[in-house]
Structure formats: C-alpha cells, structure tokens
C-alpha cells in the first residue's frame, strides 16, 4: 500500500515523455496571420506550414513566405513543411507535392506557385488554364521569389 504513491508518479512521466506532433494544425482564419508577412490568413486553400520538431507550428499564407522563412532559418530543427493540395485542399508535405507555376496564377501574395499531389495533376491544372510551366521541389529553392515578380 505504501508503494502506492509510485503510480501517480509513473503517470506524470508518461505524460512528460509524449512526442510533439508532427501533424498539420486547421488554419483557423479568425485568427492566424503569415509569419513572414503578417497577413491574415483568409484563403485557407493557400496555406502553408512548418512543423518543428518539438512540436511548434509556424504558419503561413503562401507557399512563397513558407519558402522565404525556411531559407532564413536553415539551422533550426525543421521536422515537416506541409501545403495545401491545389485540387482536394488537402494537407500534404512538400517534399511529397509537384508544382506549377505562372505569375498569373492566382495566390495571396501573387506567387504564382501552385501545389499539386502529383506531376500529372500539375501538367493537367497547366494544360486546362493554357499557360505555366512545371516546377520541381529542387527549382523552389532556387526560384527567384518576390512578389508580383
């Protein structure tokens, strides 16, 4: 009976012991602004995110400002970059996505870079609008990001 004391203990360091979240976190447009801009993100459907590895989310409002801020800080312990999928609005990771681009592509802060599940859905997006090009997750990093550029 003495030994009892020992349980609540055990619970508490469980509970300490819990891994940070690695999943992506609703954008709640009341609320949440871009960390690179501060803008407010309103069109939820452009979203972007980066995980940490203990489990802080910083958001953004284009994939732009979301490629803007890893750059800025290559050091710190990046663990997920998510964006929402053009088609569905569907979080996925970046590493995961294809892209296409066009300046008269509409984004909020006029981007032009759209995220898709997959190479063939970005070609199709290109071919039904009439114009952009394909962009690989390598060319992101070595895209000449500005706005209106």
Not at 49 to 69: A, N, R, S, T
Not at 109 to 117: E, I
Request: glycine share 6%; with cysteine; aromatic share 12%.
């Amino acid at each position: 009976m003495k030994k009892l004391w020992i349980i609540p203990i055990m619970f508490i360091l469980v509970a300490c012991g819990k891994e940070a979240s690695l999943d992506p976190v609703e954008i709640n447009p009341d609320i949440d602004v871009c960390h690179v801009c501060n803008m407010s993100i309103t069109e939820t459907d452009f979203a972007t995110e980066v995980i940490f590895e203990d489990g802080k989310v910083e958001k953004f409002d284009d994939l732009g400002c979301m490629i803007e801020y890893v750059k800025e800080h290559k050091d710190e312990k990046i663990a997920k970059k998510y964006v929402k999928e053009t088609k569905s609005g569907d979080w996925i990771e970046l590493e995961k996505a294809s892209f296409a681009f066009d300046r008269e592509f509409w984004t909020p802060m006029s981007y032009g870079v759209l995220p898709f599940r997959n190479e063939d859905e970005a070609k199709k997006y290109i071919q039904d609008e009439g114009t952009g090009r394909i962009i690989s997750y390598d060319e992101l990093w070595a895209h000449r990001w500005g706005v209106e550029q």
